[in-house]
Every structure is written in structure tokens, then in C-alpha cells.
DNA sequence: GAACCCGTGGCAGCTTGCTGCCATCGGGCA
DNA sequence: TGCCCGATGGCAGCAAGCTGCCACGGGTTC
């Protein structure tokens, strides 16, 4: 079932999201759709008496951009939902409820956001299947805030990315077309922003972050 | 639009699968699925032909329980496709095509397994973006058959602390109250057990491996 | 233009890491 | 005892990594 537009999507679906019996689980890129339908606020009723089920909420890191959302995300821990981060950009909304009912957010257009409806247990269970698998992998918001990799510019991935093939300075600066002496240069800097005593404890630290790819 | 057995799949799909330009990709829990089908032959071709697109399978551990399985894991990846292995189980079948098509595969029923095809923007976009974010965080299959951990012997544990700890050898050795010598040889045995080509390269591995504390 | 800053790269000298070679030591074994 | 074997450690030489110094080029500022 196509639905155009939030303001369809709220008379539409609003029932649902009151219904909600045993789980309901979420992956977005960030937190601004149900702000923009105003609709933060029944999701805070959802959380409050979330006692009977549980949710599941996974973002893109780029919902921790705003410190208005990071509260927000804060909060909705606080009251029991269970928060993780993707590595990757989720640019379209997906919600299940109960294993039941699966709403997939597509692009926007003139006529205003599409969304799909469906209850067809092939398709709800694929999607659900996939977000578990994207769940299972991704990291906790705890975690992850915690763990405030000291982000690194394009230039620093990819020397890491070099040293962690296992090549040595020599090549590796001979293959990004810099010269031995300012890769060492990168190379030094990383190990400084890593905070690294050695090459071997940069990579751990590199792994621990998951700085590779 | 819903299909309704393996036969009714074959003959309603089968053209898509010649008919990829870009990009296939697939989620499954294991290969079973295909034998089954006697379409390994034409997935076979499928990759055989893939100088233009590119395929990326995304399959759970299940998958390399038989040893004929992983063959032909090994065999695609020698081919071209890009193999990953997810934590979760992934229960129901997954593909997307060039970004335009997306089958879906149900639970087995009485009257044969049932497949979902759909061309909606939406739900092919959704389904795609879950799918990225599950293959982002999984394993490269390489990576997950060397994962299986070298077990290292006390010893080793010991040096790879130290390792860790960022000391040189110098004081290393003079810590663990061996030569230094002894110690560096200590420390080539752990790059090739890990097969690492590098101290950093090591350290990654070790992290990977959880080897540390 | 002159003065300046900043990133780069060459050079040099030093430290650290790597490994082949050989002497040594200690433990089994005949 | 004499022999073998594997582990160890010293040594030496080489490879790799590290860093201070300076020069060059491209911007910016005055």
C-alpha cells in the first residue's frame, strides 16, 4: 500500500504505532522525519509505557550531528529503547512493528514524501531479517559515544589504510604519490592522534575504532 | 507481485538475472536455496560475464558448514563477487538487482516457498539501505576463514601484551626477563601465526581477534 | 614587491627492528 | 660419556622507521 505524503501517513498509520503489542524496531538516518511531523511526541508516549514491548532504534552517526538529537537519543535510552549506530547512511526510513506491519520511507517528491505500507509476511520478514543482521553488527550509542573516534581526515584513512595492508613506508608512499618523507610525516601524526606508543599499538587502537575499510 | 513456487520463480524472474547492467546483490542464509533450483549453473554465468557489474553476497555463517558450499564461495570470489559473512542467521532470501528490482524470499508453505518481486522505488530503495548497513559491518569471507583464532600459547600472550603496552623491545625484553634476541624472535613467530605483514598490520589482526587484556 | 606562513620533500644521522650465523646451554637417549 | 636436538642469546649487518634541519613553492597579508 503506497501512502503519499506525512500528513497521510499520520491518519493512516498513527494507529498502528499506539497498537504496538510486543516489538518495534526503526532505522533511519537521523531524527528529523517524526520532528517534522511534530510527531516527537507520540513517540515519547510510545517509550513511556514501553513496559509490555520492546524498541529498537538504529541511526546513521549523522543523527548524533545535532545536540538537540543527541538529548533526544539520550532520552529515549533513559526510558528503556535500546539505541545503535550504523556505519552507513540508512537514507531510508524503515520501521517494523511486531513483525506484523513493515513502513518504508522513500524519497521526497513534489507531492510530498512516499511511503509504503505492508503487511505481507515475505516482505516483512526480508526486511526484518536484514535489520537484524544491520543491528546485530552495528554499535551501541553508549558505546559509540564513548568510544568518540578522534575522526580522522581522508588523508589520515588512507594512509591507515596503507598501513594496514602491511606494505612498507617505501611502497606505501610510492602508491598515494607522496613522498617517503611526508608519509612518515602522516604516519607520525597518526600515531600522535591515536595517542600510539608504537606502529602495533596504533593498529590495535585502529581495529578497536574500526578504522578500516 | 507475489510468486508462488521455485518453478513459477524461474520462469518469471529468470530474464532479470541475464539482464543485469550494474549491480546484484543478495542476502541469503545459504546456498541451498539455488542448488535447489538447479540455478547454480546460471549464476554461475552470471558471474562468469560480470566485467561490467558487480555482484556483492552477503551470506550467515550457515553458510560454510558444508565443505562443497565453501567451494563454491571460494569459486565466486576467485570469479569477482564480492563475499561477506553476516552475524544473524538471515532467514529470508534477499536480492536486489541494478537497484531497480528486489526478490524477496518467504518461508517455505505447503503449496511451495513464496516469492516477493517488486520494481517500487521505495521498498527497493529501503530494502537496498538495510542491506548496506548489514553488508557494511560484515566479514569478508577471506577475513572469517583466517579469523578462525591461532590459538597462541602463553608465551605469546605475554609478548603480544607487551606489544600492546607500546614499549620498544629493548625494554620489553628486559621486562619479560628474556634477550632481546629471543624477544624479536618471539615477535616474527606472532606476525606469521598472524599472518601479518607488518607490527601494525599485527596489531589490527590482534584486535580483530580480541587478543588483548 | 616583500614578508610571511604552511605544507612538502630531500638529506642526513640516528634509533629501532629484522634475521642469518654461530656459540652455548640443558635435557633426553643410546 | 658422547651424541643429538631444540631453545637461547650474542653479534653483526642490513633494512626499516624516525626526526631535525633546511630549501623550495604556493598562498596570504601588509
Redesign the pocket.
Known amino acids: 500500500m503506497t501512502i503519499r505524503g506525512d500528513l497521510e501517513l499520520l491518519t493512516r498509520t498513527g494507529h498502528l504505532f499506539s497498537s504496538v503489542r510486543e516489538e518495534f524496531v526503526c532505522a533511519a538516518r537521523d531524527l528529523d522525519t517524526w520532528s517534522r511531523l511534530g510527531a516527537r511526541q507520540a513517540a515519547r508516549d510510545l517509550v513511556r509505557d514501553s513496559g509490555t514491548h520492546q524498541i529498537r532504534k538504529l541511526y546513521s552517526s549523522a543523527a548524533l550531528a545535532e545536540e538537540r538529537s543527541r538529548g533526544h537519543l539520550g532520552e529515549l535510552v533513559g526510558r528503556g529503547a535500546r539505541v545503535r549506530i550504523a556505519a552507513t547512511a540508512l537514507p531510508h526510513e524503515t520501521i517494523v512493528i511486531d513483525r506484523r506491519f513493515v513502513i518504508l520511507a522513500g524519497s521526497d517528491t513534489p507531492g510530498g514524501r512516499e511511503y509504503t505500507l505492508s503487511t505481507a509476511p515475505t516482505l516483512v520478514g526480508g526486511v526484518y531479517a536484514l535489520f537484524e543482521a544491520a543491528w546485530e553488527t552495528a554499535t551501541d550509542l553508549e558505546a559509540f559515544l564513548r568510544g568518540e573516534r578522534p575522526q580522522l581526515d581522508a588523508d589520515s584513512r588512507t594512509v591507515l589504510r596503507a598501513l594496514g595492508s602491511g606494505a612498507?613506508?617505501?611502497t606505501a608512499a610510492r602508491d598515494l604519490g607522496?613522498?617517503?618523507?611526508?608519509y612518515?610525516?602522516r604516519?607520525?601524526e597518526l600515531?600522535d592522534t591515536l595517542d600510539a606508543g608504537?606502529?602495533f599499538q596504533a593498529g590495535v587502537r585502529a581495529g578497536e575504532l574500526g578504522l578500516n575499510g
Open positions: 612498507t613506508d617505501e607522496m613522498s617517503l618523507r611526508t612518515r610525516r604516519v607520525a600515531l608504537s606502529r
